[in-house]
Structure formats: structure tokens, C-alpha cells
């Protein structure tokens, strides 16, 4: 399949892909990438240790049994390691330190060797959250986001990974966002099973950031219940320790469905209460109560906005058509995973695939976000 299928992209990077691995300490080298994930849009090698506290804290760490990995010249070994993974997918980095100017060296290196570099926000371990490191930084925002301000004056491609449900969560999104982060690598951890879905969907409503999304992705169905509350790609952490070809059957899958629908993380409807603000791109014209007003309020448009700002984008497209749907154009129809013998019917005179459609309603709720009054937090 093509490597351009998906269209992902952030800055300078194009991810062939939806599907990432996640780093796991003292086990995603470029050995293990290239072994169970050569298949997948992005990897993400780490985390390494920068400075001598968080080698220290490693250190202490293997010693009651974790997996880390050790070395005193991590720069040397990050680059060396860029270099090892084979070519198809997107590398990242995963880094940790006590102070800022390892991290600053080690953005330049990660810059220059065309990789991503992510700040580990995420590592729960004592012994690194006693240094201020990792989980952390949640509960200390103006270092966090004075770390991502600078981190960014590299020009490095940047990712922040963080544990959810630790603080609010919001208010964190929105700081990072501010700071200047490319992208949000979320955690969404809850108590009890699975990934917490509600807040995926808060979280993307709440930013432009590119989103990947992980906790408990150990089959399709995982994935796709991320990717329809907003994900853009989805991360798989010790699912592949158990099933090695995870990644390579998750992007056949994603792959197919590209082809097929085309929008492969399309949102499900805001009428059902779970969909996320691109959802809107599938609402009817709003005139009758229901949830459609309260998340156009979000976005600061009234009904008659609302519908202004969608029929303007249907204009010279082929949303445009549709006398016999129920609202007379294709702008107001539903997702194609919805049975409708009237808009299917439209679709069939006018020639244009599932997949065609699907990639106008995709451009219809980028505008719709792109146009609001109250706009989701977007990067400059």
C-alpha cells in the first residue's frame, strides 16, 4: 500500500501511517524497533537518561529489577541508535533529565539526525519522580512549559508524554499547547481497565496538537474506539511484548479501512454523545434541540452560523449536491458507517465513493474548527 495513503503529517514529518510504538524503558532500542515494528508510521526509542541524576536514578532502578537503559554517553548513544533503525518509520526520542541543558543538547542532535524528540512527563518510578523527573513535572507546570519554550528554540519537532488523570488534565493540555509542543503523547491511564475515552475526547477538543494516544491499544477494536474520540495515531507499549506482530496487524488494518472509508479516524457523532467537535461535520442542520447547540456554543457559533459556515464550504464541492437528502445537500448527511438509502443514493448519481466523501466531510470539519469564533488551541 501507498506510503501516502493516511496524509499524516506534523512539521517537516509525513508518518505513513496511524500506528506508533511507544518507548518502554531498557526495551525499544533500535534492535526491537526494527525487529516488531519497521511496519509502523513512527518509533519511539527510550527513554535515555541525559544527565548523571536520572543515570543515577536508573541505576537504582535496575537494581531492584526494572529495565533501563545505562550510559554515560547518551548523546553518542541516541544518535548511534537514529542511525540503526531501518527505514520506514519515523524515529523519536525519549529523554529525561533533572536540568535543561542536557535536554537542549540532546534537541540539537535528535534536530540534526531528522528525528522527533519526546520529554518524558510520564515515568512514574520514585526514584525519578524524587529528582523531579518525568510525572513530575505535571505538578510543576512553569518549569514544564519554560522547558518546552526553550526545548523549542532548537527547532526540534517535539513531543511531550504525559500520564493522565494525574492532574487537570485540561489545564495541562492547554499549557503544553501554549508552550509551543508539537505534540501531545497522552497516557490515557484510569482506574480500573482500559484507556479513559471521555478524556481523549475532552483532550482533543481542547487542541489543535497532533495527538497519539496509548493505554490498553492490544487489539483493532482499542484502537478505534482512540482514534473516534480524536486520536491521530495510536501508540502500542507491552501488547507487542506479548504479540509481536500487533503493529504489523494493526496497520494492515488501518490500512484497509483508509482505502475503503477514507478517514481512518473519523469521530462518531456528537448526537450519541461521545463524538468530539470534528463530529460536527456530520450534524444535521440544527433545528430542533439536541446536543448539536451545545457544541457549536463551544466553538462560539449560533445555529444560523453554524449552518452559514457549512453551506459555505459546500460551495463548489460536491457537498454541494443532494435535493433529495433531507436537508437538500450532502453537507448535512451523516458518516457513511450509518445506513441511508437517500444519501447513498445521491452518492451513486454523482459517482463519488465512500472514501471521497469521507475526505470532504474530513476538510468540512477542519474548516468548521479553522472558522470558529472560540477556536480549539492551535499551534502559530
Not at 250 to 269: C, R, T
Not at 306 to 311: E, L, P, T
Request: charged content about 25%.
Amino acid at each position: 500500500m501507498s506510503d501516502n495513503l493516511f496524509d499524516i503529517k506534523v512539521r517537516d514529518f509525513s508518518f505513513r501511517n496511524p500506528i506508533a510504538l511507544a518507548p518502554m524503558g531498557g526495551i525499544t532500542n533500535s534492535t526491537f524497533a526494527n525487529e516488531k515494528a519497521n511496519d509502523a508510521g513512527l518509533v519511539i526509542l527510550g527513554g535515555y537518561n541525559l544527565d548523571s541524576a536520572t543515570q543515577k536514578a536508573a541505576a537504582e532502578m535496575v537494581s531492584r529489577g526494572r529495565k533501563e537503559f545505562e550510559s554515560h554517553e547518551p548523546l553518542k548513544v541516541i544518535e548511534d541508535e537514529i542511525k540503526a533503525v531501518k527505514e520506514g518509520p519515523v524515529v523519536g526520542i525519549n529523554v529525561r533529565s533533572s536540568k535543561i541543558e542536557p535536554l537542549i543538547k540532546a534537541a540539537e542532535v535528535v534536530r540534526d539526525a531528522g528525528a522527533i524528540l519526546e520529554l518524558d512527563a510520564h515515568c512514574r518510578q520514585k526514584e525519578m519522580t524524587d529528582i523531579g523527573v518525568g510525572q513530575a513535572l505535571l505538578s510543576d507546570l512553569p518549569k514544564l512549559t519554560d522547558w518546552i519554550s526553550k526545548i523549542k528554540e532548537t527547532g526540534v519537532v517535539l513531543s511531550v508524554k504525559v500520564r493522565a488523570n494525574v492532574v487537570d488534565d485540561i489545564e495541562l493540555v492547554k499549557s503544553i499547547d501554549a508552550a509551543g509542543a508539537d505534540i501531545l503523547h497522552l497516557d490515557a491511564m484510569q482506574e480500573g481497565a482500559g484507556a479513559d475515552l471521555k478524556l481523549i475526547k475532552e483532550v482533543r477538543d481542547s487542541t489543535r496538537m497532533f495527538l497519539i494516544c496509548n493505554n490498553s491499544v492490544t487489539d483493532i477494536e482499542a484502537a478505534k474506539d482512540m482514534f473516534t474520540r480524536g486520536a491521530d495515531m495510536v501508540s502500542v507499549a507491552r501488547a507487542v511484548l506479548e504479540e509481536p506482530g500487533i503493529i504489523s496487524h494493526l496497520v494492515n488494518s488501518f490500512s484497509i479501512q483508509q482505502e475503503d472509508m477514507g478517514w481512518y479516524n473519523a469521530p462518531k457523532h456528537v448526537c450519541r454523545g461521545e463524538g468530539d467537535l470534528r463530529g460536527l461535520a456530520f450534524c444535521c442542520l440544527p433545528v430542533k434541540p439536541c446536543p448539536v447547540h451545545h457544541n457549536i456554543a463551544k466553538l462560539g457559533y449560533s445555529a444560523q452560523e453554524f449552518a452559514d459556515i457549512k453551506n459555505e464550504f459546500a460551495k463548489g464541492t460536491m457537498l454541494e449536491y443532494g435535493d433529495s437528502t433531507c436537508f437538500g445537500s450532502l453537507v448535512w448527511c451523516c458518516k457513511i458507517s450509518k445506513p441511508c438509502y437517500l444519501r447513498d443514493g445521491v452518492l451513486e448519481t454523482l459517482g463519488l465513493s465512500d472514501s471521497e466523501y469521507m475526505r470532504l466531510k474530513k476538510e468540512l470539519a477542519d474548516y468548521i474548527l479553522e472558522h470558529a469564533k472560540k477556536p480549539v488551541n492551535t499551534q502559530s
